[in-house]
């Protein structure tokens, strides 16, 4: 992988990253401007304190798992392992990268760990 191939592919991890954070903020600010509606400045304050705790605790399962996936291939990305089969040490096809630039299997052994899941 090139580098410019590895520095496109960091600014897509970044950026996915940003989206689900974004819209998980936003989700929240909707909710909280109803919830504040009915409470004073004061309480209002304190809950803009605690929004990026909050960002967090509202992320669902999925988000998490995104989260953690695109953390990961960021560090495999700083540590020289990005797009590198972990079971095989095969190169990751790029289309698949462009796909799921969190994938840590090349196509072949991402369909043999299905099949064998599949029994």
Do not use: F, K, N
Request: glycine share 8%.
């Amino acid at each position: 992988m090139t580098p410019r191939e590895q520095e496109e592919a960091r600014s897509e991890l970044r950026r996915r990253r940003r989206a689900i954070l974004a819209a998980t903020r936003e989700a929240g600010e909707e909710h909280e401007a109803l919830r504040t509606a009915e409470r004073g400045q004061e309480v209002e304050e304190e809950a803009q304190a605690e929004q990026g705790l909050v960002d967090l605790e509202r992320l669902g399962d999925a988000e998490r798992l995104e989260l953690r996936r695109i953390d990961a291939a960021v560090a495999r990305l700083d540590e020289g392992g990005y797009g590198t089969c972990a079971t095989c040490g095969a190169t990751i096809e790029p289309r698949r990268l462009q796909a799921l630039p969190w994938a840590v299997l090349c196509t072949g052994c991402e369909e043999t760990r299905e099949l064998v899941a599949s029994r």
